[in-house]
């Protein structure tokens, strides 16, 4: 433990089982995205997870958590972050937001990805393609070390980059993650001002920019879970689980350990073993 908000800090065996964890979300996400079609129904994704779930003995560690009803959460277009499969039909080129996790003996993985469902619109595809950008800034920073506000500095140095105005969500930021899917410390999805606690090994995070191609300022709806943004704007979400270790970090819910996404920062993760 350290700072003052009791961090968890995970030995080398816990992080290999949390590794496990990743990989089952990893599958969670595959077999997600090749049910991703126009006319799929967001509930047909949520059974498709809960299959690969059941083959690998793991738990969703959404079913339940606070009453959600669903295995996963699946947002659409101006949906942010936590909708609820259902009837809704999918169409060509909506936006859809997949938000996975799994608990494999008792520990966490939660990972995200946005995908367009057919042809891309080219703004759609700027903004899936920013917010996977911001998410692997995001992650080289953390494995530069420091303080964890880096990782909001990373973020927001992306999105401001972009051709044209996009908006990160504030209301909504990454977080610890280990024997519970949210624990401290938050991860700041924009510069703050704060160094927030310093990185260390053993401390595992959740890292999941949630960028509009509007205002970034959301509202939930009347099922007290979805959130949408405020004027309509479409939304996209990325979130991978990373693990800080004694020589570097390994990103917990990408088969590769994070290879390919921190090549351009000139990152290379480093596994456990």
Not at 114 to 132: F, K, S
Not at 172 to 186: A, E, K, S, W
Request: with cysteine; net charge negative.
């Amino acid at each position: 433990m350290f700072g003052q908000r009791r961090i968890e800090l995970k030995t080398h065996d816990q992080i290999r089982v949390m590794r496990r964890a990743g990989l089952v979300v990893a599958d969670v996400h595959d077999a997600v995205r090749t049910a991703l079609d126009p006319g799929a129904r967001t509930r047909e994704l949520n059974d498709v997870a809960a299959a690969v779930l059941e083959r690998a003995g793991a738990a969703s560690n959404f079913l339940g958590y606070h009453g959600f009803p669903g295995v996963i959460c699946v947002s659409v277009n101006d949906e942010v972050v936590h909708g609820i499969p259902g009837e809704r039909v999918l169409a060509e080129g909506d936006v859809v937001s997949v938000d996975a996790g799994a608990i494999v003996d008792g520990w966490h993985a939660d990972a995200a990805f946005t995908a367009v469902v057919g042809e891309a619109d080219p703004t759609d595809r700027g903004l899936v393609d920013l917010t996977d950008a911001a998410l692997w800034a995001g992650i080289a920073a953390l494995a530069r070390g420091g303080r964890l506000g880096v990782v909001g500095d990373a973020v927001e140095d992306v999105v401001a980059s972009g051709d044209r105005e996009f908006g990160i969500v504030r209301e909504y930021v990454g977080h610890g993650i280990g024997t519970q899917m949210h624990q401290p410390p938050d991860v700041l999805n924009y510069r703050s001002g704060h160094r927030g606690v310093k990185i260390k090994p053993g401390l595992c995070v959740a890292i999941e920019p949630m960028i509009s191609a509007g205002s970034g300022e959301t509202e939930v709806l009347a099922d007290d879970w979805t959130v949408v943004t405020t004027d309509g704007s479409r939304a996209a979400h990325a979130e991978h689980s990373v693990a800080v270790h004694e020589n570097g970090v390994w990103v917990l819910t990408a088969r590769d350990g994070g290879a390919a996404g921190l090549a351009p920062h000139g990152v290379s993760p480093v596994p456990l073993d």
